[in-house]
């Protein structure tokens, strides 16, 4: 099992910029891929990054060129910087882990509030 504690979030007006961190309890390594979902009020969750081990990062299209999601090994880290903060991208973030094949622990969430 996997611990996630996710930190960062906050309030941030319309073209600002958020970075997330989630701090898991075990080594980057033991994990296949760190995720970051969100969920907005009365929407789906959705993937909004996820990074594997070996570093190969991939990203939703309404995020792409904006958001960049990255790990430090050392501090088993991951992050979430987020630029050009739009109003539809306040929600809930989750860090999400995937042991095995699909993403299956999650922190608590850290809530991201952009207004415009």
């Known amino acids: 099992q996997v611990q996630l504690k996710e930190s960062g979030g906050g309030l941030v007006q319309a073209g600002g910029s958020l970075r997330l961190s989630c701090a898991a309890s075990?080594?980057?390594?033991?994990?296949?891929?760190m995720g970051w979902y969100r969920q907005a009020p009365g929407k789906q969750r959705e993937l909004v990054a996820g990074?594997?081990?070996?570093?190969?990062?991939n990203y939703a299209d309404s995020v792409k060129g904006r958001f960049t999601i990255s790990r430090d090994n050392a501090k088993n880290l991951v992050y979430l910087q987020m630029n050009s903060l739009k109003p539809e991208d306040t929600a809930v973030y989750y860090c999400?882990?995937?042991?095995?094949?699909?993403?299956?622990?999650w922190g608590q969430g850290t809530q991201v509030t952009v207004s415009s």
């Open positions: 999400s882990a995937a042991i095995g094949i699909a993403y299956n622990y």
């Open positions: 990074i594997t081990k070996g570093g190969s990062p």
């Open positions: 075990l080594s980057l390594f033991s994990i296949n891929a």
